[in-house]
């Protein structure tokens, strides 16, 4: 079946699609990568998502337009993965929408809204799309994140040692697959988010990240400012455990620079590239990780892999591509992936990683244009083999 994952994450500067091939051969998932696009959003479109997410105000006309606008987008996206990326034929379409907002309380997910109407997805495509895959998880008493656990504990078991992987894209996401025992996932906290917001404040909107981490590179970490952000109840609550720019935007880093002032921007740059490298080694080092397989926006930032590295010295560092799947389209690559399972009627959950009381068929199904049909049900997959 051929597959096309659409993506778009925390940092929302983007729409990533994705194609693979996938199969199954007994227990194990075959995936065929067929290419990867990154579509960055229009200005307007994305000035909108900003103006929408918390903890600004909005209304529901607002979020109505939006969710037609994305929709509209994805839906384009998805019409240049099935010409360019799959020779103008594919089965179906998984769309992840973008995330408005990820509502928790006390640690425990109480909803999660994304957005981008799949019909416009199915009308442009005339292809079955698969949306709405966290919803499910929540109902059940999960945190709906991470998803892609699912998918690197297909991809990393079996593996020597301890293998991990980290997704850094807005927020960080680790998932930890120990030999003999259940994988574990949750969020780290953040990644790239209070850097772009801080790089976004700093320079008045003119650029969007600190790129190739040089900002970072020419400041230093203020220990202050770093203690601080430390102290966050987030970092010492149990897994499972997710988080979004509900907590992580500009006023929270605002009212952390109130207390402890850091003149220099980049010393505030380098202070909070060095905020995820330590988020991220803690939370690595707490389950005795071996080995670390990176993929998101952020491994493309060098300082912020390097002072990972730095913090986990002996930790093997890999990036996915050496694993055979690109770093920079895994999450749309994984999307695509749970909605071929939820085709063939398969979870796409790993409860120990979410924190739900079962796995679940994530996500509802918008059909094609002719009749809705799907595969025979399958085995459930244990191993993920990546070819070509």
């Not at 894209?169 to 994988?183: E, F, K, L």
């Not at 009627?345 to 244009?369: E, F, M, N, Q, Y």
């Not at 025979?376 to 997959?381: F, I, K």
Request: proline content about 6%; overall charge negative; charged content about 20%.
């Amino acid at each position: 079946m051929r597959v096309i994952g659409l993506m778009s994450g925390t940092s929302y500067d983007a729409i990533e699609a994705a194609a693979a091939d996938l199969t199954f051969e007994g227990d194990t998932l075959v995936m065929r990568p067929l290419g990867a696009l990154s579509l960055p959003y229009r200005d307007d479109v994305r000035s909108r998502i900003g103006a929408a997410l918390p903890p600004a105000a909005t209304t529901m006309e607002d979020v109505c337009r939006l969710d037609t606008a994305l929709g509209q987008a994805f839906a384009d996206a998805a019409v240049r993965g099935v010409e360019e990326l799959c020779s103008g034929s594919a089965d179906l379409v998984v769309s992840h929408g973008q995330t408005m907002h990820h509502w928790v309380e006390n640690g425990v997910v109480r909803g999660t809204l994304q957005i981008g109407q799949p019909a416009w997805i199915a009308e442009a495509t005339g292809l079955p799309v698969v949306f709405d895959l966290r919803s499910r998880d929540v109902a059940a008493g999960g945190q709906g994140a991470p998803l892609v656990s699912m998918v690197d504990a297909l991809l990393l078991r079996g593996r020597d040692g301890v293998p991990a992987a980290l997704n850094l894209g807005g927020i960080a996401n680790v998932t930890v697959v120990a030999p003999d025992a259940d994988p574990t996932a949750f969020d780290t906290g953040p990644a790239n988010a209070l850097v772009d917001a801080a790089v976004r404040h700093f320079t008045d909107g003119e650029r969007d990240y600190d790129e190739d981490g040089r900002g970072a590179a020419s400041g230093r970490v203020h220990p202050g400012l770093l203690a601080r952000l430390l102290s966050d109840p987030y970092y010492r609550r149990a897994a499972p455990k997710s988080t979004g720019k509900e907590l992580f935007h500009l006023p929270y880093l605002l009212d952390a620079l109130a207390a402890e002032p850091v003149p220099d921007q980049n010393d505030v740059l380098a202070t909070l590239t060095r905020l995820t490298a330590v988020t991220v080694a803690d939370a690595c080092r707490a389950l005795g990780v071996t080995e670390l397989v990176m993929s998101g926006g952020g491994v493309r930032n060098p300082v912020m892999t390097a002072m990972i590295g730095e913090e986990l010295p002996g930790v093997r560092l890999l990036v996915s591509d050496d694993l055979g799947v690109s770093s920079t389209a895994k999450e749309a690559l994984a999307f695509a992936v749970l909605g071929f399972l939820t085709a063939h009627g398969l979870p796409g959950v790993v409860p120990s990683c979410t924190g739900a009381r079962h796995s679940s068929v994530l996500g509802s199904i918008t059909p094609g244009r002719g009749p809705l049909q799907l595969p025979v049900a399958a085995t459930q997959p244990r191993t993920l083999r990546v070819v070509g």
